[in-house]
């Protein structure tokens, strides 16, 4: 599961979201007839129009200068392993309800993160979603730059992913809310004041959020923890990842019972003195 935060894919959030709109809008305009396009919505309607949107969020600005963002976009990333399950399990337009349930869900786990009394639910924003069906080949991608694709190309295998407009202001127009503001303050009351957002607590909370939802069993190596371990991590909290991976991968059939929320804690807070001591404590050894 890949979520990101940007100020716009179209490079400007702080004038009109017009462009970044009408940017997203662009599977649409393949399709003829109006019956196959695929709707904004939020948490409230799944057919609100484009000019809905723009007009939206560029009404939501009161009290941001010239120079603030005025809103952000989200990228929501199933992997292919996490699309091809969920398509199993409902079928493709299924898949699609499903993803944009999800996307809700999601949207309440951004607000609770700011942390802020009056901020604790999608209810409290004011955001747009839109699904795409495709994703395409850039100028940064490998494929393109040694010419085996062309840019604008569309990328294979299942590419569903959702992208999401929030505006700076809630939905009251009256509260600034940043993700980009990850500064600390002079104490818990100064943060929270703030409204000091955690990225990553933001990012695994999808990852965890999906797997509750659709009971999606995820493997070691896919989540998000492991990969922050492995690339951020001790020597000593590396060697036991690599331990436990080969555990995981020698008995699969057991690994799901294993507690894996608990180990990843415990490797993460130094809990095991060694390799030893780890696979002593998860085995029962």
Known sequence: ???????????????SCGALVNYLEKENRDKKSLDQHERWFNGNSNGIRPHEVRIGIDNNIAKLGKDDS??????????????TYLISQYGEEGAKERLKEFAVRV?????????????????DLLWFGKLENYRYY???????????????????GQQLHLQIIVS????????????QNTSRGKNATHSAKLGQFDRTAFKQSGETL???????????KERMDYANTMKNGTVQQKAQLHALTTLTDRYPQVWPDM???NIMDNIR??????????????TGG
């Open 138 to 156: 850039g100028y940064n991608d490998r494929e393109v730059k040694n010419g085996t694709k062309q840019r604008g190309e569309r990328k294979e």
């Open 107 to 123: 949207m309440d786990e951004y607000a609770k993160n700011f942390k802020r009394d009056n901020i604790r639910s999608h209810g």
């Open 269 to 282: 807070q130094d809990s095991y003195p060694d390799v030893g001591n780890m696979l002593s404590v998860i």
């Open 259 to 261: 507690g894996l929320d």
């Open 70 to 83: 005025k809103f952000f976009l989200i990228n929501i990333s199933p992997s292919q392993k996490e699309l």
């Open 1 to 15: 599961m890949y979520i990101n935060i940007t100020k716009s894919e179209t490079g400007d959030s702080k004038g």
């Open 210 to 220: 999906f797997d509750e939802m659709f009971d999606f069993e995820r493997g070691l």
């Open 168 to 179: 700076r202001k809630d939905i009251t127009n009256k509260i600034k809310l940043s993700p």
